[in-house]
C-alpha cells in the first residue's frame, strides 16, 4: 500500500506539485505570518478576489492571465494601505468595495472574450497538478528573494507590523515599508493562486500560521514552523488527493485545517491536564 | 537657567481640518517633570504626539535649541496589540536605532545594551516570552525599557499607571522620581492627585494650554485654565473628598 502511495513520486507532474506546494508554503510563512500578525487578512481577501478582475481583463485583452492579475492584486493592495494610512475611508468598506468589483469584471470580461472562454474553475480552485517548470521557477525566484528580504529588514518589517508610531519615532520609513510590504503581500497571493486557487488561497496564508502560533508567539519563531507546517500539510492534501480522488487544492486545504484542529486539540488537553496537576 | 530642550511657540494642530489644539506655547528644561493633564479628548496625546513628530502642526513653531533631542515614549497600554507574536527582548530592542538602514541589524554592542537594560528591570528572566503572557506591570516595565534603552534627553509617558497593580504603580514612581535627576520628563495622566506629588510644573491641556510653574494647583486655578478634572489627592494637596463608592 505505501509503495503504490509512493509510487506517484515517479510523476513528473506530481514532483511538479510537491515542489510548488512547498515552495507556496514558503512564500505564505513569511507573507501569512505578517498578515494574521497585523489582522489583515481580510485585506488580503480583498487583493485576492479583486485580482480576477485583472485574469478576466486580460483575457479579454489577449494578455498572461496571472500578469493581469499581479497588476490589479498590486493597485489594490497599494489602494487599501493608502486609504488605511489616509483614513479617509473605512478600511473594511474599501475592501469589500474592491472585493466584489473584482469578481465582477473578471466575470464581466471573461463573459464578453470572444471565442474561447476559459475555464474559470483553474482560477477559483488552482490546478497544482499541471504546474510547470516555468511556474516553479518563478516561485523558488520569488521565494529566494522574500527570504533575502525577510533576513535582511526583519527588524524593521517586525517593528513597522507591531508598532507603525514607536517605529517612526525612531526614524523607520514607516509608509515605505508597509507598501513594499503591500506589493510583496499582492505578489504572494498572485503567485499562490496558480497552485490552490482565488477561493481558496487565503487558507494557505492563514492555517498553517494560526498552527504554528499554538507552539511559539515569537514571529522570527512563526515563520519556520508555518512553513514546516504548510509544507506537511500540503503533501499530505495532495497524497490524498491522489488516494482518494478528489481534487488536490481543496484537499490541501482540508489537511492544513484538520492539521490544525488536532494540534489544537492536543495543546488544550496538554493544558487542562498541566492545570489539573497544579490545583491537585 | 540652562538652554531648553524643545520650544512650542504658537503651535496650533488638529485632525482632517478640525483643530484640536490652538496657540500652544511650552518650552522644556533639561530638569523639568511636567504634568500633563486634562479631560478626555482635550489634546493631550496630540501634544505628545507634536513633540514626537508624529503630528504635522497647522500653525506656529517647534525648535530645539540644543539641537535634535533624543524622545522615549511609552504609548498608553490600550493602544498596544498584545496578541502580536512579539517576544520581551525583541520589544526593547525595538527601542534602539539601526546604525546602518541598509542592513538594519543590531551590533554586538547594541545587544549588550539589551541585555544590561533587561538584567537592570529584572526583566531577563522573561526575554523570550511573548508579551501576551505577561503582567500588567512586567508589560509596562518592558515598554518603559524600550523607550529608556537609547537613554533619551526627553521621556513622555502617557498614563503609564493605566492596567496596572497599585504595587507596580508605587514601583513606577520611585523609578521615575530617579529618572527625573538624568532626563526630563512629561506624564500625561488624567488622575492629578496620584501625580501631582512627583511633578514639579503642571500643564493644563484642554485644546489650548495653560502651563503652571508649580504642581499644587486648586479647582478655581483649574476653572481659569478652563481644564475640568477632578482633584482627588491626599495630603498638602487641595483635594476633593468623594462618598464611600461602597455605601451606594
Not at chain 1, 65 to 81: D, N, S
Not at chain 1, 221 to 229: C, K, N, S, T
Request: with cysteine; hydrophobic share 50%.
Amino acid at each position: 500500500m505505501m509503495s503504490e502511495l509512493f509510487s506517484i513520486f515517479e510523476y513528473q507532474f506530481f514532483r511538479n506539485a510537491v515542489a510548488a506546494a512547498v515552495l507556496t508554503s514558503i512564500i505564505a510563512s513569511m507573507v501569512g505570518t505578517y498578515m494574521v500578525s497585523r489582522k489583515i487578512v481580510f485585506i488580503g481577501g480583498g487583493i485576492t478576489h479583486a485580482s480576477f478582475g485583472g485574469i478576466g481583463l486580460a483575457y479579454y485583452m489577449g494578455l498572461n492571465p496571472f500578469a493581469g492579475a499581479a497588476v490589479f492584486a498590486v493597485m489594490t493592495a497599494l489602494g487599501i494601505e493608502w486609504l488605511s494610512e489616509k483614513g479617509k475611508v473605512r478600511e473594511d468598506s474599501a475592501i469589500a468595495v474592491l472585493w466584489s468589483l473584482g469578481m465582477a469584471l473578471g466575470i464581466i470580461f471573461v463573459f464578453i472574450t470572444p471565442g474561447y472562454t476559459p475555464n474559470l474553475m483553474t482560477f477559483l480552485f488552482g490546478s497544482i497538478l499541471s504546474v510547470g517548470k516555468g511556474d516553479l521557477l518563478l516561485l523558488l525566484i520569488f521565494s529566494v528573494l522574500l527570504c533575502i528580504y525577510f533576513v535582511v529588514f526583519f527588524r524593521p518589517v517586525l517593528y513597522t507590523a507591531f508598532d507603525p508610531e514607536f517605529a517612526r519615532t525612531k526614524g523607520i520609513a514607516v509608509s515605505a515599508y508597509r507598501y513594499l510590504m503591500s506589493i510583496i503581500m499582492a505578489l504572494a497571493i498572485v503567485l499562490s493562486i496558480r497552485t490552490v486557487g482565488i477561493i481558496l488561497v487565503l487558507s494557505v496564508f492563514t492555517i498553517p500560521q494560526i498552527t504554528a502560533m499554538i507552539f511559539t508567539r515569537d514571529f522570527s519563531r512563526v515563520v519556520p514552523w508555518a512553513a514546516a507546517l504548510g509544507a506537511f500539510g500540503s503533501v499530505a492534501g495532495l497524497m490524498a488527493a491522489y488516494v482518494l480522488d478528489i481534487p488536490a487544492s481543496a484537499a490541501v486545504i482540508f489537511f492544513l485545517t484538520v492539521q490544525f484542529l488536532i494540534i489544537k486539540a492536543c495543546s488544550l488537553l496538554i493544558r487542562n491536564i498541566k492545570r489539573k496537576r497544579v490545583s491537585g | 537657567m540652562s538652554v531648553p530642550l524643545l520650544v512650542m511657540e504658537n503651535v496650533s494642530t488638529g485632525y482632517n481640518s478640525r483643530t484640536v489644539l490652538e496657540e500652544v506655547n511650552l518650552k522644556v528644561y533639561p530638569d523639568d517633570f511636567i504634568g500633563v493633564i486634562g479631560p478626555n479628548g482635550g489634546g493631550k496625546t496630540t501634544l505628545v504626539k507634536i513633540i514626537l513628530g508624529l503630528q504635522p502642526i497647522f500653525g506656529g513653531r517647534i525648535h530645539f535649541p540644543s539641537g535634535r533631542i533624543k524622545t522615549g515614549y511609552l504609548p498608553q497600554a490600550s493602544q498596544v496589540d498584545r496578541s502580536f507574536p512579539i517576544t520581551v527582548r525583541d520589544v526593547v530592542a525595538s527601542g534602539l536605532k539601526s546604525r546602518n538602514p541598509l542592513f538594519p541589524h543590531l551590533s554586538s554592542s547594541q545587544k549588550k545594551r539589551v541585555d544590561r537594560m533587561l538584567d537592570e528591570v529584572g526583566l531577563k528572566p522573561v526575554e523570550y516570552k511573548p508579551i501576551g503572557e505577561l503582567s500588567g506591570g512586567q508589560l509596562q516595565k518592558t515598554f518603559l525599557s524600550r523607550a529608556l534603552i537609547e537613554k533619551p534627553q526627553l521621556l513622555i509617558l502617557d498614563e503609564p499607571n493605566s492596567h496596572v497593580d497599585k504595587n507596580f504603580e508605587q514601583e513606577l514612581y520611585s523609578w521615575l522620581n530617579e529618572l527625573s535627576r538624568e532626563m526630563a520628563i512629561m506624564l500625561i495622566s488624567h488622575d492629578i492627585g496620584t501625580i501631582a506629588p512627583m511633578v514639579k510644573t503642571i500643564a493644563c491641556v484642554n485644546h489650548s494650554m495653560h502651563y503652571h510653574p508649580s504642581n499644587q494647583i486648586s479647582e478655581e486655578v483649574l476653572k481659569v485654565y478652563n481644564c475640568p478634572v477632578d482633584i482627588i489627592a491626599h495630603g498638602p494637596i487641595p483635594h476633593r473628598v468623594l462618598k464611600r463608592h461602597d455605601d451606594e
